[in-house]
């Protein structure tokens, strides 16, 4: 454990790439399994306890600790882990902590009554280093910036390999990947993957730059397609068997049962998930009901249908075709759907456009009308390539939508900001009342912060905990993606991706948005 | 408790002085040597004669009309009241302001730590019915180490990384002078080399009679000079283009905020050292017993909590909120 811990300092506080690298691949070169398979997992985020939880850890810290002065103590840390870990009144103990292993069984085997005993126990007898190792792992939110990528890029550093073989067998293979250090240590042969559980990393766009971009770009080399408003997924069927990634590896087929369930033919395809009747895409929101569930109810399977809205394919049935220019896969990809003809898999369909200007239009067009996200641009003559190359693929999002709203309560921060009032609650005028259409924290200097902050101090009608009502006087400017209509608000409308543009310290709350005016943003479906 | 002699701001009644006042007055007594407490531009200044020589260091010869020099310990009487001051241990020639009229014991910790410090007097413990304490770190988050696991932990980093300079961000008055007796006192016996901004006061220090053992500027080494070595400058300087100059630098932070990782990261701190010049959290709470105030009076910090707390203990309490105190919390020490 406290090798972990040490390795764990180091990743949060080394700003440097390689030196991280470094530290990771010393850790898995010299730690047993099966300890190091276990950290693999913890730092790639594919460890998980059914029954330690962030809840359960408050739970055992508030037995301890007064709960007031723990919440003051975590509005100004801002990391629940940490909190805990700095938090922990007990210190001694002289028994070292157990191994990575034994851990990862204790938490396992230790029936749920007896676990705050044991994670008591633990916490006492830990270091501060480890005491906070210690939390982040069972809490499972590490935050400390290290992505999965960077910890397979130190196994390929350690062993040699190729990073891209160490991801195509990532998916098929699970903690405490003794098989993996066998091959990466020359034990071994590569684990044998079955080929439709095998991710396939994906090809990602740029943001356009509109000034220098924009025109170096001609329909005769890029081919344009709707920005969907939903989410990327890698399709895998093979052999009867369907795989469902998202973008970041996540294997979600369980929650998609409508959609693998109905799949035809062999092929990986890339697209977007979307939600909705007879390929009519639905708003985001609907969509977000269906995630982050492990499973679907059948409820929502009847009310909120998935589908694929597929742009690209990476294999035609067992053959890669990644290496291939775009024109060629989309011709592969167009003769598969209409050789297997398919109940939840149709198109993208490919926008005609001649200049700047024209997709200009179309793009502010489909925006308003649609509630379409932007457009894409594809170099026609481009491979597929994992990661996210320059020149080859381009994002034009839509222009944010803007409107004034008036500022109604504030919200203590977190961590630096933890003194000052930076989270905001919004609304706009419902007859003579205002009601909250949003909630937004703001990148503002630390001058307007400040300002900001006075003004809520002097200008609050009511506390409740650390928020703050106040008089409803202050005109935000705030911009939007698009907005949809919602249950959870008072007033009807939730937006997407708001974000505080500026303080309109000038204008009177009268001039701020109508109720009325916000139910034009939102598209008819 | 009866109507307190002291008033909220920090005047003391009777004598008409403040204390640590932030805007210029015609008497002052004056706790310790930072800037937030420290100013210039006040009539007659009232300290102890370490932090007067600081005082003037920092600020010039005439940076107060007068001064009177207070020895630790020794009473001053003045229209029926007393006055003294006692060791805070926060940093050298630091104060408690003592005080007594009409039966009533008021103490002014200013900043203090009760931790031992071979570059500050000894903290003394003041018994009192008002306590006005400070609570830079009043969280219970804040449990410091014991600075020497810190020191080892720098040490440890230093001969890991021989290649790299290790620059280590210190206020320069107090902090600076306890982190190279800190790392004297753990063996540490090889050149210190300093930021221009601290060569001055730890001159001082040493006039003063604290060791501070071999110290050189960092300016006009040469940047392979460096490699190896230990570098003391301003935290200002650590993150800017200054330690540039230095070899491939480890940039450390010796704070009291540094407990926090997520902070540290933020700021770009490589090695955290979890170093303070004030109380933490239970010698917070130890030393408001062991003083036995049954009111207490809280002027910086985090104040919220220690209020809270000591009114769960069925104390007066209440936070003063002298902001002048509290410009920027990461510079407050
Ligand atoms: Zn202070
Ligand atoms: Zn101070």
Redesign the pocket.
């Known amino acids: 454990m406290k090798a972990f811990a040490q390795l764990l300092e180091i990743l949060a506080l080394t700003p440097s790439r390689n030196r991280k690298i470094e530290a990771l691949s010393r850790y898995f070169a010299t730690t047993p399994d099966p300890d190091r398979g276990y950290a693999l997992a913890i730092l790639t985020g594919a460890m998980s306890f059914k029954n330690v939880k962030p809840a359960l850890l408050k739970e055992t810290v508030l037995a301890e600790v007064d709960p007031h002065l723990f919440a003051l103590s975590y509005d100004y840390v801002g990391d629940l882990g940490e909190t805990i870990a700095l938090i922990w009144p007990h210190h001694g103990g002289t028994e070292e902590l157990p191994s990575l292993a034994e851990l990862v069984e204790l938490f396992t085997i230790t029936p749920k009554p007896k676990l705050p005993g044991l994670i008591g126990s633990l916490l006492t007898r830990a270091e501060i280093n480890e005491r906070w190792a210690l939390v982040k792992m069972t809490t499972g939110a590490l935050r400390i910036g290290l992505s999965a990528r960077l910890a397979k890029t130190a196994l390929a550093d350690m062993s040699g390999r190729d990073l891209q073989a160490i991801e195509e067998v990532w998916h098929g293979i699970s903690m405490p990947y003794s098989e993996l250090f066998d091959w990466l240590e020359g034990r071994s042969d590569r684990p044998d993957i079955d080929h439709a559980a095998r991710f396939h990393p994906m090809m990602l766009s740029n943001p356009i730059d509109e000034a220098r971009d924009l025109p170096a770009l001609s329909p005769a080399d890029y081919a344009a397609e709707w920005k969907w408003d939903g989410i990327r997924v890698q399709l895998i069927a093979s052999g009867g068997r369907v795989s469902l990634f998202s973008r970041t590896g996540d294997d979600i087929a369980n929650a998609f049962p409508d959609v693998v369930d109905r799949v035809f033919g062999d092929a990986v395809l890339d697209g977007e998930l979307l939600v909705g009747r007879d390929f009519v895409p639905a708003t985001f929101n609907d969509l977000q009901q269906r995630l982050n569930r492990k499973t679907a109810s059948a409820k929502h399977i009847a009310e909120l249908p998935a589908f694929i809205r597929a742009y690209d394919m990476l294999f035609d049935g067992a053959e890669d075709i990644r290496a291939l220019p775009w024109t060629e896969r989309r011709a592969r990809l167009e003769a598969f759907l209409s050789r297997e003809k398919q109940h939840v898999i149709d198109i993208s369909p490919v926008i005609d456009w001649s200049d700047a200007e024209m997709l200009a239009a179309i793009r502010r067009r489909g925006a308003d009308e649609e509630g379409h996200e932007g457009v894409m641009l594809k170099l026609r003559s481009s491979p597929y390539v994992p990661g996210r190359p320059k020149g080859l693929w381009y994002k034009w999002k839509r222009d944010p939508n803007v409107v004034d709203t008036v500022l109604m309560y504030a919200q203590r921060g977190h961590g630096k900001r933890s003194s000052f009032y930076s989270d905001y609650t919004f609304g706009v005028w419902k007859g003579n009342e205002i009601v909250p259409v949003g909630k937004a924290y703001f990148g503002f200097t630390d001058a307007e912060l400040k300002e900001l902050d006075r003004w809520i101090r002097n200008n609050t009608i009511a506390s409740f905990g650390p928020v703050r009502e106040v008089r409803k006087e202050l005109v935000f400017e705030v911009a939007f993606d698009s907005a949809q209509t919602s249950n959870r608000h008072k007033s009807g409308v939730a937006l997407r991706f708001p974000r505080i543009n500026r303080i309109r310290w000038d204008k009177p709350a009268g001039e701020a948005a109508t109720i009325d005016e916000m139910l034009a943003f939102i598209p008819a479906s | 408790m009866a109507q307190p002699f002291l008033d909220r701001d920090l005047r003391v009644r009777p004598i008409d002085a403040y204390i640590d006042p932030p805007v210029p007055r015609e008497r002052a007594i004056i706790t310790h040597g930072?800037g937030?407490?420290a100013r210039s531009g006040h009539g007659a200044v009232l300290a102890t004669p370490d932090t007067i020589a600081i005082m003037k260091t920092r600020y010039g010869e005439d940076c107060a009309r007068t001064f009177q020099p207070l020895p630790y310990g020794e009473v001053l009487e003045m229209d029926g009241m007393r006055i003294s001051l006692h060791p805070a241990g926060h940093i050298l020639g630091s104060a408690q302001v003592l005080m007594e009229f009409g039966g009533q014991r008021i103490v002014v910790t200013g900043?203090y730590k009760r931790l031992p410090d071979r570059t500050a007097q000894p903290f003394e413990l003041l018994e009192c019915d008002l306590l006005v304490t400070?609570a830079?770190f009043g969280l219970p988050v804040f449990q410091h180490p014991d600075p020497a696991l810190e020191i080892r932990r720098l040490l440890a980093s230093v001969a890991a990384y021989p290649s790299r300079a290790h620059v280590i961000g210190c206020y320069a008055l107090g902090k600076a002078q306890r982190v190279i007796s800190l790392l004297r006192e753990g063996g540490y016996d090889a050149p210190i080399y300093l930021h221009g901004a601290m060569i001055r006061l730890c001159a001082l220090y040493e006039e003063l009679g604290i060791p501070l053992g071999p110290l050189l500027p960092a300016l006009d080494v040469p940047k392979a000079g460096l490699e190896g070595r230990i570098v003391i400058a301003p935290p200002s300087a650590v993150k800017d283009r200054w330690s540039r100059r230095l070899p491939d630098p480890v940039l450390a932070v010796a704070s009291g905020w540094m407990s926090v990782k997520q902070r540290a990261r933020q700021s770009g701190v490589e090695l955290p050292l979890v170093i303070s010049d004030h109380v933490d959290w239970n010698e917070l709470r130890q030393t408001v017993a062991e003083t036995r105030a049954q009111t207490v009076w809280v002027t910086?910090g985090r104040e919220d909590a220690l209020v809270y707390y000591c009114q769960q203990q069925g104390l007066a309490a209440e936070p003063l909120n002298i902001t002048a105190?509290d410009d920027g919390p990461e510079d407050?020490e």
């Open positions: 930072h937030d407490h900043d400070e830079t910086h105190y407050v």
